[in-house]
C-alpha cells in the first residue's frame, strides 16, 4: 500500500513504513481499550498504572528499534526546547 501525490507535474511516490505505523497504532488502541475494560470492571491502583507503564514501555521500545522515537539528536532536541536564551530583546 502507497500513497502518491502530486508536485507540479510529477507524481512522487511516498514510502512509509507502514508495519511500524500500525505496531504503533496497536498499542495506542490496545492502552486505551484494556484500561476503558480494566476501569469498568474497577481495577485501580498499581495494578492500572503496571499496565499503563507496560504499554508505554512497549511504544518507547518500537519507536526506538524504527528509530523514529529516539535517535542522536533528541536529547538536544529536548534540552534546545527548554534551554533559557539570555540576552534576547523583546520588543
Known amino acids: 500500500m502507497e500513497i502518491r501525490y502530486f508536485v507540479g507535474q510529477k507524481l512522487c511516490r511516498i514510502g512509509y513504513e507502514w508495519k511500524t505505523i500500525l505496531a504503533l497504532f496497536a498499542i495506542i488502541v490496545g492502552a486505551a481499550v484494556s484500561i476503558l475494560i480494566l476501569g ?5 491502583g498499581l495494578t492500572l498504572y503496571a ?3 507496560v504499554f508505554i514501555l512497549l511504544f518507547i521500545s518500537i519507536g526506538m528499534k524504527a528509530a523514529i522515537i ?5 536529547p538536544e532536541k529536548v534540552f534546545n526546547a527548554f ?3 539570555r540576552g534576547c530583546k523583546y520588543v
Open 40 to 44: 469498568s470492571i474497577k481495577v485501580y
Open 70 to 74: 529516539i535517535t542522536r539528536r533528541s
Open 51 to 53: 499496565i499503563k507503564l
Open 83 to 85: 534551554s533559557i536564551k
